[in-house]
């Protein structure tokens, strides 16, 4: 509730200060989401290129996204990891290490099946395996994040988790790609596997600190778990909360499943040339954006800023659109900069959203609340991803990109819906 005056009168939100992080934290939560990018990178932003240019049908392509499906199912056991680790080694390291070590086992397996429609199921395989080891690792690293962040600095450490993993996504998808284009396949993965055994070392050597969030170093009990989680559902505005969280990047998502399919299917662009101008210049456009997102998150109140970047996000999609409708040829002159465009406001919209998804997080339960909330986000996005190949087979890719322009209105509709201010269990303010 907002606080109350001298009189007992409700007053006006109070205004959280916001901060900047240490420099260990920023750094410490940076390498980690990086490591957790660079599979997802490759998946999701070099993968279906390839799976095109086998000659898979687009709806095959689409249906590749349901490798995604461990972040979308990870709270099913966020409460294990939220629950069990050691205190000496450290309570998220127990969960953090030997994922990273699983996760780079796992990409030095892939690099033994070169790609082809004979290896092909065995390396998907391979890449589900990494997306379990990565979203296993990245409830550990939510409620790592939870742990360390206070609410002041909610919009600088957003920022820094969402930059690291797209430069993880950015290294992943586009960069080890374009460098080993000519050279060998099994390249990508190794040194993908390099990169994940050199930020598991560096975490070891790390002293996990304690937590000054109330009751954030213990565990607590499976009763009480239940419990709180009874509680957080049972609080106002969180039903508007949570169809906020699962449709802020439907439209996105639909439309970034199928750009780079429609140029390599329908005009013959070279996928190594999809590659950098999506996988690169719009990543390097997103981290942009997640920088300023950072500044967005901290100047204004949470639900302003996610209303303000989602309706900024709104102009580049509907430009893709009519790209995609005829408007233009899809040249450097015309991808480049409208693709620079869609991943800047798209890392604005990103860094606001996660920053108030944080601020609603019961700290005690950090792992779990804050993984929920991220399933719910992944499983909003692997709707249309996974059906966006069915309805290009179905109605063409001119109707499928106006209906990323009509979801990312909807979810405008929303977002005024959400209270303006949430009370965290441990009494903070949430979205002010």
Same mark, same amino acid.
């Given at each position: 509730?907002?606080?109350?005056?001298?009189?007992?009168?409700?007053?006006?939100?109070?205004?959280?200060?916001?901060?900047?992080?240490?420099? =260990?934290?920023?750094?410490?939560?940076?390498?980690?989401?990086?490591?957790?990018? %660079?599979?997802?990178?490759?998946?999701?932003?070099?993968?279906?290129?390839?799976?095109?240019?086998?000659?898979?049908?687009?709806?095959?392509?689409?249906? @590749?996204?349901?490798?995604?499906?461990? =972040?979308?199912?990870?709270?099913?056991?966020?409460?294990?990891?939220?629950?069990?680790?050691?205190?000496?080694?450290?309570?998220?390291?127990?969960?953090?290490?030997?994922?990273?070590?699983?996760?780079?086992?796992?990409?030095?397996?892939?690099?033994?099946?070169?790609?082809?429609?004979?290896?092909?199921?065995?390396?998907?395989?391979?890449?589900?395996?990494?997306?379990?080891?990565?979203?296993?690792?990245?409830? @550990?690293?939510?409620?790592?994040?939870?742990?360390?962040?206070?609410?002041?600095?909610?919009?600088?450490?957003?920022?820094?988790?969402?930059?690291?993993? &797209?430069?993880?996504?950015?290294?992943?998808?586009?960069? %080890?790609?374009?460098?080993?284009? &000519?050279?060998?396949?099994?390249?990508?993965?190794?040194?993908?596997?390099?990169?994940?055994?050199?930020?598991?070392?560096?975490?070891?050597?790390? &002293?996990?600190?304690?937590?000054?969030?109330?009751?954030?170093?213990?565990?607590?009990?499976?009763?009480?778990?239940?419990?709180?989680? /009874?509680? *957080?559902?049972?609080?106002?505005?969180?039903?508007?909360?949570?169809?906020?969280?699962?449709?802020?990047?439907?439209?996105?998502?639909?439309?970034?499943?199928?750009? +780079?399919?429609?140029?390599?299917?329908?005009?013959?662009?070279?996928?190594?040339?999809?590659?950098?101008?999506?996988?690169?210049?719009?990543?390097?456009?997103?981290?942009?954006?997640?920088?300023?997102?950072?500044?967005?998150?901290?100047?204004?109140?949470?639900?302003?800023?996610?209303?303000?970047? +989602?309706?900024?996000?709104?102009?580049?999609?509907?430009?893709? =659109?009519?790209?995609?409708?005829?408007? @233009?040829?899809?040249?450097?002159?015309?991808?480049?900069?409208?693709?620079?465009?869609?991943?800047?406001? +798209?890392?604005?919209?990103?860094? !606001?959203?996660?920053? *108030?998804?944080?601020?609603?997080?019961?700290?005690?339960?950090?792992?779990?609340?804050?993984?929920?909330?991220?399933?719910?986000?992944?499983?909003? /996005?692997?709707?249309?991803?996974?059906? !966006?190949?069915?309805?290009?087979?179905?109605?063409?890719?001119?109707?499928?990109?106006?209906?990323?322009?009509?979801?990312?209105?909807?979810?405008?509709?929303?977002?005024?819906?959400?209270?303006?201010?949430?009370?965290?269990?441990?009494?903070?303010?949430?979205?002010?």
């Amino acid at each position: 509730m907002p606080p109350l005056t001298p009189s007992g009168v409700e007053g006006p939100p109070r205004v959280t200060e916001r901060v900047r992080p240490a420099a =260990w934290k920023i750094g410490l939560l940076s390498a980690l989401y990086f490591a957790q990018g %660079l599979p997802f990178g490759f998946q999701s932003n070099a993968l279906p290129l390839y799976l095109t240019e086998l000659g898979l049908t687009m709806s095959e392509v689409g249906f @590749a996204r349901a490798l995604a499906l461990p =972040w979308a199912l990870k709270a099913l056991w966020a409460p294990l990891v939220d629950r069990y680790g050691s205190a000496r080694f450290g309570r998220r390291k127990s969960w953090i290490v030997p994922m990273q070590l699983l996760l780079a086992a796992a990409c030095v397996v892939a690099s033994l099946f070169p790609l082809s429609r004979e290896t092909l199921v065995p390396f998907l395989i391979c890449v589900l395996l990494m997306n379990v080891f990565a979203a296993t690792q990245d409830i @550990a690293v939510d409620g790592l994040a939870v742990d360390l962040l206070d609410k002041r600095e909610l919009g600088a450490g957003n920022a820094a988790q969402v930059v690291g993993y &797209k430069i993880g996504m950015l290294t992943g998808g586009a960069l %080890l790609v374009g460098l080993f284009a &000519k050279g060998s396949w099994s390249s990508i993965f190794l040194s993908m596997a390099a990169l994940c055994a050199l930020v598991m070392t560096l975490v070891v050597f790390v &002293k996990e600190p304690e937590s000054k969030q109330p009751g954030g170093t213990a565990s607590v009990s499976w009763p009480e778990l239940v419990k709180r989680l /009874k509680e *957080l559902l049972a609080r106002p505005g969180v039903r508007w909360l949570l169809l906020a969280v699962a449709t802020y990047k439907m439209g996105e998502t639909l439309a970034d499943a199928m750009f +780079g399919a429609w140029m390599v299917r329908i005009h013959h662009v070279p996928k190594e040339q999809v590659a950098i101008w999506l996988g690169s210049w719009g990543i390097v456009a997103s981290l942009a954006g997640s920088f300023a997102g950072g500044v967005v998150a901290t100047r204004f109140r949470l639900k302003q800023a996610v209303l303000m970047t +989602g309706a900024l996000r709104l102009l580049p999609l509907i430009a893709q =659109w009519a790209v995609v409708a005829g408007a @233009a040829l899809p040249t450097a002159e015309v991808i480049v900069p409208l693709t620079c465009a869609e991943h800047f406001f +798209g890392g604005l919209l990103t860094t !606001s959203m996660f920053a *108030l998804m944080m601020s609603s997080v019961d700290r005690r339960i950090g792992a779990t609340h804050y993984t929920l909330l991220a399933s719910v986000e992944v499983l909003g /996005k692997a709707a249309p991803g996974l059906l !966006s190949g069915v309805l290009v087979d179905a109605v063409g890719f001119q109707p499928v990109f106006g209906m990323s322009v009509l979801l990312s209105v909807l979810f405008l509709a929303v977002v005024p819906k959400l209270p303006t201010h949430f009370e965290t269990q441990d009494g903070q303010p949430g979205l002010g």
